[in-house]
């Protein structure tokens, strides 16, 4: 089973940066990727930015440019460097973690981390 403790996060004024960072711990075989999904009031849960463990990585058309995903494959670490924040990035954070199981993907989650973009 997969435990993934989110940090970072917090409040932040218009133009603005923040990191996050997930560690995945507990019994990790065949990663697959790792990501950041975001949920705000109101809204569903949609894909921030994902990252292979080959280093693919893909963006929301909202936060490209703007925020960076990385990862440690060796700690099995992802990062969010999130910069030029915007009032509509404020959101719930989310951890993501794809591991293969068999043929089939098994999606694990943080327990997310809020950020605020306020002035």
């Known amino acids: 089973q997969v435990q993934l403790v989110e940090s970072g996060g917090g409040s932040v004024q218009p133009g603005g940066s923040l990191s996050l960072s997930c560690a995945a711990s507990?019994?990790?075989?065949?990663?697959?990727?790792m990501g950041w999904y975001r949920q705000a009031p109101g809204k569903g849960r949609q894909l921030v930015a994902r990252?292979?463990?080959?280093?693919?990585?893909n963006y929301a058309d909202s936060v490209k440019g703007r925020f960076t995903i990385s990862m440690d494959n060796v700690n099995n670490t992802v990062y969010l460097q999130m910069n030029s924040l915007k009032y509509e990035d404020s959101a719930v954070y989310y951890c993501?973690?794809?591991?293969?199981?068999?043929?089939?993907?098994?999606?694990?989650w943080g327990q997310g981390t809020p950020v605020t973009v306020s002035s």
């Open positions: 993501n973690v794809e591991v293969y199981s068999g043929l089939h993907l098994v999606h694990s």
């Open positions: 507990g019994i990790i075989f065949n990663l697959n990727a």
């Open positions: 990252i292979t463990v080959g280093g693919s990585r």
